[in-house]
């Protein structure tokens, strides 16, 4: 396995902090763009047709709503997750 390099290698709460300084300078600067209610929906739904494509991890979604149902859902870690290849 190769090894990993840049902010690969630093810990995922670090990295989170970075990327929220990033996202507050961008807004401080004016650079930053601030959606309105109806980009937000229409990104949403765009979103949401490109991942319903995917039925492998729509699957998943769904096994996890059954073991949630039965009080033994694994939690999502949201980042980490991704970063780990885990949706």
Request: glycine share 14%.
């Amino acid at each position: 396995m190769p090894k990993k390099r840049g902010l690969a290698q630093v810990p995922v709460e670090r990295r989170r902090e970075i990327s929220s300084k990033g996202g507050k300078r961008a807004h401080e600067l004016g650079r930053a763009h601030e959606y309105t209610p109806e980009e937000a929906r229409e990104a949403g739904r765009k979103g949401g047709l490109a991942v319903s494509r995917d039925r492998e991890h729509m699957a998943e979604i769904g096994r996890r709503g059954g073991r949630a149902s039965k009080r033994t859902a694994e939690p999502y870690n949201g980042l980490e997750d991704a970063l780990n290849g885990r949706r």
